[in-house]
Structures are given as C-alpha cells and as structure tokens.
C-alpha cells in the first residue's frame, strides 16, 4: 500500500452513524478533521474528540452559506457519508437525486479548496444482486432510486477525477451494525426486544447477508483515505450469514429464546436471497482485515445496549 500525505480532511456526514467513526478513527491517525455537521443536529459525538475536529454547521445542499470558511482551511481530502438513509424511506426517498446533483457540486467545490484525495460512499445494492459473492467486477445494476443515484454518482465523480487527474475511491458498503445504530434497524431491534423483553416478527430470515462492524467500516474508509487506491472497493466482511443464523447468536448471547418470532412477516418483494461482499481487493489494496470476530462484536454491541436500554420506547432509545 502506498501512502499518501493528507493532513487535513473534510467528512460531511460527520456526527452520523458511520460518519462520527470515521472522524474518530481520523483523529487517531493524527489527521486534523473539518466536519461539516447538519445545522441544528446533535455534535456531541464529534465534540468529545476536541481540539482535532472544526465544527461547520452546514447542509452541503446550501454551500453558499458556509463554503467561505473552506477556502481557509484548505481540506487535503473529502470523504463524502451525508445522504438520506432513513430507515423504510430512503430507497425510494426523492431527496436521493438531490443528493446526486449537490454531491457532484460538492466535488467541484472541493477542488477549489484544495482536496486532491476523494473518497466516496456507495452501497451493494449497486451491483446486480444474483451474482453470489460480490465482487468489484460484477455489473452494476441497481433497482432503486438510492442505488441508481448512488451508482450514477461513482460514475460520474471517478470520470470526473480522472479528467482533473485527481485521486478517488468508492467504497462500496455492505450491512453495518454496532453501538449507536439507529434502533429501527434489524440488529438493534433484535437486541432491544429481547433485553426487554417485547415479541419482535421476523420474516423467515432464510435471507443471506453480510454484516460488518461500524468500526471496521470506519477503519476501512480510513486506510482507503490514506492510500492511492483507486476505484471501487467492497466493505463487508466476506463472510454469508443467514439473517435466522444471526437472529440465533443473538439470542444464544443474551441467554433468552422465544420472543423473536421468525416467519411471522411477510417476505418483502424482490428481496435477494444472497449478499455478500467479496473483499479481496480492499484487503490486498489498503492490508484491511476486520478487527474481531462477528461473535464478539455482537457480544460488545449487546453490552452497549444493555447500558442504556429500559422500559423505554425502543424508538426513544439512542
């Protein structure tokens, strides 16, 4: 892996889910971080990081209001998370082709301020998802408005790079989970019901998928700012898991049965049965292998939410 000399790094989406690991990771790497922040959203994950991390309240669909401060503090490198992902809406959420058009812009933009190293962030569902394990060179072929703009953008920024003879990678994101995840989403729902205990329906969970931790997303993205690697990358762990499968670990770790009622949902339509990322590019490209097993990361994500968890409404928890 070649490295290359970046000080300073813009990442919109900072206070995020992703976004507040990346500047951490960041910040632990000795990198100076301006995160661009919703205006009036929480900044509590990135504040505790202290003096490394600039605070710009900004929407980067409204540059105007703040992209005079940029031209001061000079980014070496973008990395780009903000986009809408509200769980059951943003696959077919209208705010995707805003978010294509404003990202585009934001390139630009960022050029102008002086980044020559952009990173990207896409999604699996890019690729055309019956094609077994998912490598970079399977055909995109993305059946929503989010993976359609989100592949649209990869395409249009890497020609555009290439034409400035600037630096870029997509990292291409596969199932995330971990402490701080939005508690809608399938792991957090899980753990939430059974630590308080409240019956959750399932599908039949037969769905194969590929689940990594938010701190080997977030190391991942890291080693891929640093490098000169260029184009597209999976971000999974490579390693097929049945949603029932991991359903069960779950259940085994905190030591309570019963309350998961798989096969009560109906399946959702067109649901692909597998996902999984083939990874080998991203290991041999930026020497990146997750950190712990997927069993003791669970373990560390139940813990979490087992410190925080009560008989509150599972949507009130954070």
Request: hydrophobic fraction near 40%; glycine fraction near 8%.
């Amino acid at each position: 892996m070649t490295q290359v000399s970046v000080r300073r790094v813009m990442v919109t989406g900072a206070t995020g889910f992703i976004g507040s690991r990346v500047v951490r990771q960041l910040v632990a790497e000795g990198c100076e971080v301006i995160a661009l922040t919703r205006p009036g959203g929480s900044t509590e994950r990135v504040e505790q990081l202290g003096a490394a991390v600039t605070i710009v309240p900004g929407d980067f669909h409204h540059p105007a209001a703040w992209e005079r401060r940029f031209n001061d503090l000079r980014p070496d490198a973008l990395v780009h998370l903000a986009w809408h992902t509200v769980p059951g809406q943003y696959r077919s959420h209208p705010g995707n082709l805003t978010d294509l058009t404003a990202s585009l812009g934001l390139h630009e933009r960022a050029q102008g301020w002086g980044c020559s190293r952009f990173v990207g962030i896409g999604t699996c569902l890019e690729y055309d998802p019956h094609s077994g394990y998912l490598s970079e060179d399977v055909p995109l072929a993305p059946t929503s408005l989010y993976a359609s703009c989100k592949a649209a953008l990869y395409l249009s920024a890497s020609a555009w790079a290439q034409k400035r003879g600037l630096s870029f990678a997509w990292a291409r994101l596969f199932y995330q989970f971990g402490p701080g995840e939005d508690p809608r989403r399938l792991i957090p729902s899980v753990v939430i019901a059974l630590l308080t205990g409240r019956p959750l329906a399932l599908t039949s969970g037969q769905q194969v998928r590929d689940y990594l931790h938010v701190d080997d997303v977030a190391d991942a993205i890291s080693r891929l700012i640093f490098s000169d690697a260029q184009g597209a990358f999976n971000v999974g762990s490579g390693r097929p898991m049945r949603v029932r499968d991991l359903v069960n670990i779950v259940e085994s770790q905190i030591g309570k049965h019963g309350l998961i009622r798989i096969g009560e949902l109906p399946e959702p339509e067109d649901e692909p049965p597998f996902i999984c990322a083939n990874n080998a590019r991203l290991r041999r490209a930026v020497d990146w292998q997750p950190a712990q097993t997927l069993e003791e990361r669970l373990s560390n994500t139940i813990s979490w939410w087992a410190n925080r968890t009560s008989n509150t409404d599972i949507e009130g928890l954070q």
